[in-house]
């Protein structure tokens, strides 16, 4: 199994920018596909941004070119979010994957979901 804890998150105006981390932790880490998922009150969740693990990268719509994924040779998987609107305000998993080519738009490939963080955006 893997484990993953996300860190970062936080309140910020509009325009601002926020980064986000994940560290994963367990048996054969460096295998799975990684990513990162949110949920807004009334919303379901959507991918955000992810890597898998041949270094792939996901986004979700209308995330790339703000936000930007990246992944280390070791266990942590950070997301830099640049000029956040108020529509970004929602709770952020770090999530982990078995499969090794898994991206984010399809949330049922990913198995291991972090406690979740809290990012709000305001105008």
């Known amino acids: 199994q893997v484990q993953v804890v996300e860190s970062g998150g936080g309140s910020v105006q509009s325009g601002g920018s926020l980064r986000l981390s994940c560290v994963a932790s367990?048996?054969?880490?460096?295998?799975?596909?990684m990513g990162w998922f949110r949920q807004a009150p009334g919303k379901e969740r959507e991918g955000v941004a992810g890597i898998d693990a041949t270094g792939t990268r996901s986004y979700g719509e209308d995330n790339q070119g703000r936000f930007t994924v990246s992944r280390d040779a070791k266990n942590t998987l950070v997301l830099e979010m640049n000029n956040l609107k108020p529509e970004d305000t929602a709770v952020y998993y770090c999530a982990a994957a078995e499969y090794s080519r898994a991206g984010v738009g399809w949330s049922g490939d990913f198995g291991y979901w972090g406690q979740g963080t809290q990012v709000t955006v305001s105008s």
């Open positions: 367990g048996d054969n880490y460096k295998t799975y596909s």
